[in-house]
Every structure is written in structure tokens, then in C-alpha cells.
């Protein structure tokens, strides 16, 4: 009786000690970044036009402000970037680099109707995938029309379609998407 009284003290004093941690070095947490900005820029034709929709108030219950500096030309090829930017910060976070750096981990999809142009992606990750901060996009005939921009997290790179643009198939949750208005002539 007494060996088995010990046996339990023994068991106590075990799970006491090992059930207690020190969280004096917690493991990283990976938090989302904060979109307000979203820029894109598209050179071609002689012409650089700049779309921005800032949202400073995150989800407040402003909308964002978007603007277009001007319109596109018809059946020209222009060299598209895309910045994402957090300007809460002083100086602006540049989460472009995060996307870049984590490419695998992110694709930015291009989502117009067919007479707007089309979209190609210019820039991959590791694994030979679509990140989408850099792209060529053919305007087509004139149009008019919105032009969507979704930076998706953990898309699915492999499903149908995705490789190609098609968000469709992509799941992963949405950092950021904004809509803009865009002219062709």
C-alpha cells in the first residue's frame, strides 16, 4: 500500500511538472499584413497610367478612393506592376516584398471582360508559378469596362485554370481586391 502511495505522488508530481511551460519564447505568429493601397501601374504606347484605390480607414465604414489617370489605348502592350502598400505606417509598409518573397504562398489575379485586353504573368515563384506583381497586358479594341485585382493567400497554384489567371478554382482567402474602372479607346 505504501509503494503504491508513492507510485502515485509520483505520477502527481510528473504531470504537475510537465504540464507547466515557460512561454518566455512563444512561437512567431505570421500576422496578416494591412492592405490600404493597392497601385497599378501599366507602361505601353507612349503612356504610363496609374490606377490607386486607398482605403485608410481598413474596413471603416469609408470606401476606398480610386482613381485612373487616364485611358488605355486600343490593341497596344503595356508592362504591368502592381504594388500593395500598408500607409498607416510612417514610412509606408511595402507589402509588395512580402509577396514576392513568400510567392508561393501568393497570386495576384487580373479579372476583366474579354474586350478589355488580355493579362500574362511576368513573374514566378519558386516552383515555376504565377505570383502576378509583374505582368503584360494587350488592350483590345475600344471598351469600357472594370478591371479587377485580387491578391489571394495560399491559393491552390495546382487546380485548374489558376496557372493561366482563372481565380475560379484558386480558394486560398483574399488579402486584397479592389475594382477599377477602366476605358479603352
Avoid: W
Avoid at 509503494?3 to 505520477?11: M, R
Avoid at 469609408?62 to 497596344?76: D, E, H, R, Y
Avoid at 495560399?154 to 477599377?180: H, R
Amino acid at each position: 500500500m505504501k509503494n503504491l502511495k508513492l507510485v502515485a505522488l509520483a505520477l502527481i508530481i510528473t504531470v504537475t511538472f510537465t504540464s507547466c511551460s515557460n512561454d518566455d519564447n512563444p512561437a512567431p505568429v505570421n500576422e496578416e499584413e494591412v492592405i490600404t493601397t493597392v497601385r497599378v501601374t501599366l507602361t505601353g504606347g507612349g503612356q504610363v497610367v496609374t490606377m490607386t484605390s486607398r482605403d485608410l480607414d481598413g474596413d471603416g465604414p469609408n470606401a476606398p478612393t480610386v482613381t485612373v489617370s487616364g485611358n488605355l489605348i486600343a490593341n497596344t502592350t503595356y508592362t504591368g506592376a502592381v504594388e500593395f502598400l500598408n500607409e498607416l505606417e510612417t514610412p509606408a509598409g511595402n507589402i509588395t516584398e512580402e509577396v514576392e518573397e513568400e510567392g508561393a504562398d501568393h497570386q495576384v489575379f487580373y479579372q476583366a471582360n474579354a474586350a478589355l485586353g488580355t493579362f500574362t504573368y511576368s513573374d514566378t515563384d519558386a516552383n515555376g508559378k504565377p505570383i502576378g506583381v509583374a505582368f503584360s497586358y494587350i488592350s483590345g479594341n475600344a471598351a469600357s469596362g472594370n478591371l479587377t485585382v485580387t491578391l489571394r493567400h495560399l491559393p491552390n497554384k495546382s487546380a485548374a485554370g489558376v496557372a493561366s489567371g482563372d481565380i475560379t478554382n484558386a480558394g486560398g482567402a483574399t488579402d486584397a481586391e479592389v475594382s477599377f474602372p477602366v476605358v479603352v479607346n
